[in-house]
């Protein structure tokens, strides 16, 4: 059993740019290890323990060929897993058939390297279109948080605390409505990949729409009266119980002046600090465990993730056996 609580789901799991062709990169993916290196055909991703004696192959090496040589008897693995070669031994193709690591699926698009929690994926991952559009600038964060990755989606999902965690930066306009009595009423409409909320607050006339959640840890931010070319992602990769990978793309239109793009890069990160030091304080740590928890009508985006969490995502593990 492997990737409990989070099995048999894509998620992104480093960007393109973190994975060198010249050596390999270990990821610790919902508590499993796990080793990336670049091959001829694209990305191979191994369990990160070597069926000889149980090595990181993330201490090996890449070969001329794109294979990966584990670092402590040199065997040898593809990006399927097969077993090339075993040093020091004359092993027959049919005995080495026997001697393969545990492959899981991959893809590299978006400038992000996607992998499957479990040994079959029966569809490919979910990409937003516009990350693999060449044409907005991007910023990428990588950012490590000692949190639970589904109170990351949770805050993601609820504007209700943008006033109060960013007072300073995005949510001064949203404070000084709530404080003044505005109400804001949320919808949920489903889509084909997830699901979208829109809200109107009580002093505007205006519906907001733009929040999307992709099962099972991604979310974009829309505008609607902002170019096409402006969006931001983040994807909650968990990496165990207490902590999480916080993956955020911002997109941008090329069009805009460095020193505006450089200042929203500024303040993307202020606000991604600020939702951290929130996100740390919430006892306990995963939703699951939150059963004592109190609900408002405003709710309707979290509350929708965890109907969604507890159906298919916390009690999930995925059957790996050996290679
Ligand atoms: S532990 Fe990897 S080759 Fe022996
Ligand atoms: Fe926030």
């Known amino acids: ?10 998620t992104p799991v480093c960007f393109s740019k973190s994975l060198s062709a010249t050596g390999p990169l270990h990821r610790e993916v919902a508590g499993e290890r796990i080793v990336l290196f670049r091959t001829p055909a694209g990305v191979g991703a191994l369990m990160d323990a070597c069926p000889h004696r149980g090595a990181s192959l993330a201490r090996g090496t890449v070969t001329a060929q794109g294979n990966l040589r584990c670092g402590m008897h040199g065997w040898v693995f593809n990006g399927a897993g097969d077993c090339l070669e075993v040093p020091w031994n004359n092993v027959s193709p049919s005995t080495r058939r026997r001697l393969a690591a545990r492959s899981l699926p991959v893809v590299e698009a978006g400038e992000l390297i996607w992998l499957f929690t479990g040994l079959r994926a029966d569809a490919p991952p979910v990409i937003p279109e516009l990350l693999c559009d060449p044409r907005p600038s991007r910023q990428h964060l990588a ?33 000084r409505q709530a404080l003044k009595g505005s109400q804001l009423r949320m919808r949920r409409h489903e889509h084909k990949d997830g699901f979208m909320l829109s809200w109107e607050t009580s002093d505007s006339k205006s519906e907001f729409q733009g929040l999307y959640w992709t099962p099972p840890n991604g979310w974009q931010h829309r505008v609607p009266n902002q170019s096409k070319f402006t969006a931001q992602m983040v994807w909650a990769v968990p990496v165990s119980r207490i902590e999480t990978l ?13 020193p505006y793009r450089f200042l929203l890069n500024t303040v993307d990160r202020l606000v991604l600090h600020e939702d951290r030091r929130a996100i740390e304080s919430q006892s306990p740590g995963p939703i699951e465990e939150a059963i004592h928890e109190l609900n408002v009508p405003t709710d309707v985006g979290s509350l929708a993730f965890r109907d969604w969490y507890n159906k298919h995502c916390a009690s999930s593990s995925a059957m790996m056996g050996p290679g």
């Open 1 to 10: 059993m492997a990737f409990d609580g989070f099995a048999n789901v894509w």
């Open 143 to 175: 950012q490590l948080w000692p949190v639970h990755w589904t109170r990351v989606i949770e805050n993601l999902l609820d504007p209700t605390h943008v006033g109060f965690v960013h007072p300073s930066t995005v949510g001064r306009g949203p404070l």
């Open 246 to 258: 916080v993956l955020f793309v911002a997109l941008r239109p090329r069009s805009q002046r460095w």
